[in-house]
């Protein structure tokens, strides 16, 4: 057990749906990761919070969007979905969010649009 | 923007046999991360590489980050059933905001028979 809780595991929903993933880090680590696991694309960075604010983005779409709370957990959001965004989503965290940080993941939650 | 290219995308073997998987960036990277997930399982940290020309061994895996810094590989011995899963390396830019960005490789796969 890493330490990361990620609700829900699992997620059907229809295209065009808006859904919303949480993810609580490891007691004590300030930093959360959010990233989509897809067969083809492998692990695919979305974007970075350090204790609320964004500290890196990547491949995030405009219609997903994240944040981060002042009790440290994230949600991660993802409207008009579609058949595309079907995935496993990782959230990790660390410490501060440093470069030399090694990452714990959650044990994901898995999307599925139908 | 930074990429990380890993080959073989699959690998199988017999159990005994030796396996290698070989990690290259599009850029210097200031260092590199390997990650193991299990099959229905989340990526968990393995190492860090921090220096040029840098060896780590853990039993039966050996690591090593290139001279140059853009690449690394991770190299088992004898290979058990147990090592069964999708090995990941992940690298951090060296410069700017993808400082913080740690770039998955697509995986390697990597199947046992015993």
């Known amino acids: 057990d890493s330490g990361v809780t990620q609700t829900p595991k699992h997620l059907i929903t229809a295209t065009g749906q808006r859904v919303t993933l949480r993810c609580s880090p490891r007691s004590g680590d300030l930093s959360v990761y959010w990233y989509q696991q897809s067969l083809d694309q492998g692990l695919q960075f979305l974007i970075q919070y350090y204790n609320g604010e964004e500290r890196a983005k990547g491949n995030i779409l405009e219609r997903f969007s994240a944040q981060q709370f002042p009790d440290l957990h994230s949600e991660l959001n993802l409207s008009s979905l579609e058949l595309g965004d079907s995935a496993l989503y990782f959230c990790?965290?660390?410490?501060?969010?440093?470069?030399?940080?090694?990452?714990?993941f959650g044990s994901g939650t898995q999307l599925s649009v139908l | 923007g930074q990429q990380v290219m890993q080959i073989p995308q699959y690998q199988h073997v017999q159990e005994g046999e030796d396996f290698t998987t070989y990690c290259n960036s599009s850029?210097?990277?200031?260092?590199i991360q390997w990650y193991k997930q299990r099959p229905g399982g989340h990526p968990v940290f393995l190492i860090q590489?921090?220096?040029?020309?840098e060896v780590k061994k853990q039993k039966r895996l050996t690591f090593q980050f290139g001279e140059a810094k853009k690449n690394s590989s991770l190299h088992i011995t004898a290979t058990q059933t147990t090592d069964v899963g999708t090995y990941f390396c992940?690298?951090?830019?060296?410069?700017?905001?993808?400082?913080?960005?740690?770039?998955f490789g697509k995986g390697t796969l990597l199947t046992v028979n015993p």
């Open positions: 850029t210097t990277l200031s260092n």
């Open positions: 992940a690298g951090r830019g060296n410069s700017g905001g993808s400082n913080y960005k740690l770039t």
């Open positions: 590489l921090v220096k040029s020309g």
């Open positions: 990790a965290s660390s410490q501060s969010g440093g470069m030399g940080e090694k990452l714990f």
